[in-house]
């Protein structure tokens, strides 16, 4: 029988320790990773170089930017999806992605096997897990950190032990970049009182003097930075490299897990957080107050089920059939001013800005009904109100 494995490698401690483990107990293994952003091609060389010193057979490395961008973080921008107003699931949006790259190359090469290096404690087994069980139910999913409950000094012993010594134990924060953002832990992190040091962000303070730039939408979509077009995920590295360097985008995320204990990470995600807010602005400007309503309860529903590895449920088909849809008129221009750790939203220019209507101004004179129209309007309005206290007044 073939022991043909395909691994998600990252080329961290954990995924280290089980293309070692699982080349050694006499599998096949072949390693792939796949790129949702934050690789440098030169990353992405010592990642395939350190694989074979693992003893994989093959490795791959899959760019998967762009189908990361259209199948998952557009909706996060048509939703403005901030989980618990913080988190604009950075992490949890990618490995979606990467699940579903990962589990479809394994079938493309027939392998029976397919490896993660997920702890039995946190959310990223859950989204591996069912997008594998979903996808391929015939392959099945081996997980060495997970069966067998390791520590991390038990995987530093064990590749040490096998003539591996990869400094395992200099890095205190472990960072995961990718497109939408870039998650940091450490000690702080495992604690409820203690923040990050400025240290510990990836990105530092490089500018001080304020920086407008102009983010233009069309139907929800970033096209153009500055008036430079471009692909949106092009638009989002570009951004984020301007905002990262104000040291924008950093805070601490509180959660709660799929498992169902609470969570705390640091993140820097100066794009996600500009895009989203920019957009939002622009949607208050375009949008009823009925579309704006509904999509704010709509959004959170897409982002939890996102997070706790729900994707392919089709229901995320119908509530992304939505958001698109209320997109129709979210075109424009967005201006942002770009500020030492933070950003400010100084407004926006659209064509659909609901604003610009020749009824009236809010406060002001109106030019659409009568004083005498707003009074029976309003008296009716408040019929519900006034019978309810007149039949539950007490006597």
């Avoid at 494995?5 to 050694?24: E, H, N, P, Q, R």
């Avoid at 107990?25 to 693992?54: C, L, P, R, W």
């Avoid at 589990?103 to 591996?128: E, L, W």
């Avoid at 088909?317 to 997109?327: G, K």
Wanted: charged share 20%; net charge negative.
């Amino acid at each position: 029988m073939s022991k043909k494995l395909v691994i998600a490698y990252s080329g961290g401690l954990d995924t280290s320790y089980c293309a070692v483990s699982l080349s050694k107990a006499g599998y096949d293994v072949h390693a792939v990773s796949v790129n949702t952003g934050g690789f440098t091609q030169e990353e992405i060389k010592t990642i395939e170089s350190n694989a074979y010193k693992m003893g994989v057979s093959t490795y791959k490395n899959i760019d998967a930017i762009a189908s990361y961008y259209d199948k998952v973080i557009k909706y996060l921008i048509f939703g403005n999806v901030l989980k618990n107003n913080t988190y604009p699931l950075s992490v949890s949006a990618e490995r979606i992605i990467q699940a579903i790259e990962i589990v479809q190359y394994a079938k493309s090469i027939d392998a029976k096997y397919i490896a993660h290096g997920s702890t039995g404690a946190g959310n990223d087994q859950v989204r591996f897990d069912m997008i594998f069980q979903t996808i391929a139910p015939e392959i099945e999913i081996i997980t060495p950190i997970r069966d067998g409950s390791l520590s991390r000094q038990q995987e530093i012993d064990y590749l040490i032990e096998n003539g591996i010594d990869m400094s395992w134990n200099k890095a205190k924060y472990s960072v995961n970049k990718g497109l939408w953002g870039t998650s940091v832990g450490g000690e702080e992190t495992l604690t409820s009182e203690k923040p990050l040091p400025d240290s510990a962000y990836p990105s530092q303070l490089k500018h001080s003097d304020p920086e407008k730039v102009v983010l233009t939408f069309s139907k929800g979509e970033l096209v153009a930075l500055n008036g430079v077009e471009n692909n949106p995920e092009v638009n989002i590295e570009v951004l984020n490299n301007l905002a990262s360097a104000y040291a924008i985008g950093r805070d601490i995320h509180v959660g709660d897990t799929i498992v169902g204990i609470k969570g705390r990470v640091g993140f820097e995600a100066a794009a996600a957080l500009i895009i989203i807010k920019a957009h939002h602005l622009l949607e208050k400007h375009t949008l009823t107050k009925w579309q704006l309503q509904h999509k704010d309860y709509l959004s959170s529903f897409y982002g939890m089920h996102l997070h706790e590895g729900q994707y392919l449920d089709p229901v995320m088909r119908d509530m992304e059939a939505f958001l698109q849809s209320s997109q129709d008129k979210v075109s424009g221009d967005v201006i942002v001013t770009l500020k030492p750790y933070h950003f400010s939203l100084d407004g926006i220019k659209s064509k659909h800005d609901l604003m610009n209507a020749k009824f009236g101004s809010y406060g002001e004179e109106n030019k659409g009904w009568t004083a005498d129209e707003a009074k029976g309007f309003i008296k009716i309005f408040g019929n519900q109100n006034k019978i309810y206290q007149q039949v539950n007044s007490e006597s």
